[in-house]
């Protein structure tokens, strides 16, 4: 059974810092990895997807990194700002589960001006 | 283009009583999806249909919870009779294999059973 797991739970950081969220998930047969922001009351908005056979996608800001072999993506952010924060989440697709997602919980980020 | 929808955003009914809830996909995709959040938990898979025939309902928690998807189209998922552990969030997406199979999200249903 697939779990996935984000570090930190909760991030605060001043505004310009770069930083890195981490998500880890135990079964590595994955068909690929989709990063998610939520806003407060709001849906999810997909930032980045990962195929299982890329190392890393980009998007302006944001670079997320796959390693299949070691289970483990992370979101870099450069230059954050207020407006980034927002509760990240990670989620896979495992191979052969027919699409589903399998989520972590989330890490909160907050910016500080 | 429109994304996806969900109709309700927020509906509180009392235990017992049943709640329908409805997505509406981004138009053309085939693939569409329910997933619940519940307080404190990670987001969870529901079901998964490919246009209107169920590829997988493994997520569903029992038989109060009913989806249907006519037509291929639109989507509702009915809840009869709610208890109070079905409060939470409930979000639909749809994807498009063909397109890397990115799953888009709507706003989510709140669903607070008393």
């Known amino acids: 059974k697939q779990e996935v797991t984000q570090i930190p739970a909760a991030l605060s950081v001043p505004e310009g810092e770069n930083l890195v969220l981490n998500c880890s998930f135990t079964d590595s047969a994955i068909y690929n990895l989709q990063w998610f922001r939520q806003d407060p009351g709001k849906g999810l908005t997909s930032l980045l997807l990962i195929q299982s056979s890329q190392r890393e996608q980009t998007s302006g800001r944001l670079n997320a990194s796959l390693d299949k072999s070691s289970g483990r993506s992370t979101l870099y952010i450069a230059a954050s700002q207020p407006g980034d924060s927002a509760t990240y989440l990670c989620?896979?697709?495992?191979?052969?589960?027919?699409?589903?997602?399998?989520f972590g919980k989330g890490t909160l980020l907050t910016v500080n001006p | 283009e429109a994304g996806v929808t969900q109709f309700p955003s927020h509906s509180v009914i009392e235990k017992g009583q049943t709640v329908t809830l409805r997505c509406d996909p981004i138009s053309g995709h085939d693939n569409l999806y329910w997933y619940r959040r519940v307080m404190g938990k990670e987001i969870k898979f529901l079901l998964h249909?490919?246009?209107?025939?169920?590829?997988?309902e493994s997520g569903m928690p029992n038989n109060r919870f009913l989806a249907e998807r006519t037509g291929g189209t639109y989507s509702t998922l009915k809840v009869q009779p709610a208890e109070l552990e079905d409060s939470g969030v409930y979000f639909c997406?749809?994807?498009?294999?063909?397109?890397?199979?990115?799953?888009?999200f709507g706003p989510g249903t709140r669903l607070t059973v008393l």
């Open positions: 249909f490919v246009k209107e025939s169920k590829q997988d």
């Open positions: 997406a749809s994807s498009q294999v063909q397109l890397g199979n990115t799953q888009y």
């Open positions: 989620a896979v697709i495992s191979g052969g589960s027919n699409y589903k997602l399998t």
